[in-house]
């Protein structure tokens, strides 16, 4: 069950990789791209590497959120749905790609890769932790709190209110409201 549970991600995470090139609008490749390190960090946790599993999944959320919040706020057409190409200079992108596939698994298959030497330590995912945050948990408290303010400040300008006006209605300077009237 474990293995068709792996596969079934696996090849989910890949799908959906590729529909973030496929989709025509920028919402939808938001949300495959979403879906495809969702699937990764289920994966991550299916090999019992729960610490990195878990991490990946509340980043990607976060970093998709966000994504999604200025997308909607900043975007000409309706957050992100109308038809656009995600992909330029295709033949290009293709060769490009299909170089590089090549490169990465000519390097797999031809480097010797060397014999594990030492023992893991008893706790993995300990040491994993200790190893990336370590020295650096003040800095990536301060990211954490930077991050939330600014999805905070996001959703406060995006609201229908605007910054500058308490009653709805924010002028452009020549006596017209947003929507069109006149006050």
Not at 90 to 100: E, N, S, T, Y
Not at 115 to 139: C, N, Q, S, Y
Request: glycine fraction near 10%.
């Amino acid at each position: 069950m474990r293995d068709a549970a792996f596969w079934g991600l696996a090849v989910a995470a890949v799908a959906s990789g590729v529909a973030v090139f496929v989709v025509d609008s920028m919402a939808r490749a938001t949300f495959a791209l979403l879906a495809s390190f969702l699937c990764v960090g289920l994966v991550l946790l299916l090999i019992d590497l729960q610490y990195l599993g878990v991490l990946v999944v509340l980043m990607m959320i976060m970093e998709m959120l966000v994504m999604a919040v200025f997308m909607i706020m900043y975007m000409m057409n309706p957050a992100g749905l109308m038809p656009m190409t995600m992909v330029h200079n295709k033949r290009a992108a293709l060769a490009i790609a299909a170089g590089a596939f090549a490169v990465l698994a000519a390097g797999i298959v031809l480097t010797p890769w060397p014999a594990r030497t030492g023992v893991p330590p008893p706790d993995p995912a300990r040491a994993l932790g200790e190893a990336i945050m370590g020295p650096k948990m003040l800095v990536m408290m301060v990211i954490g709190v930077a991050i939330l303010a600014t999805m905070i400040a996001s959703v406060v300008l995006a609201t229908a209110r605007g910054r500058y006006s308490a009653d709805g209605y924010s002028t452009d300077g020549y006596g017209a409201d947003r929507y069109g009237g006149d006050r």
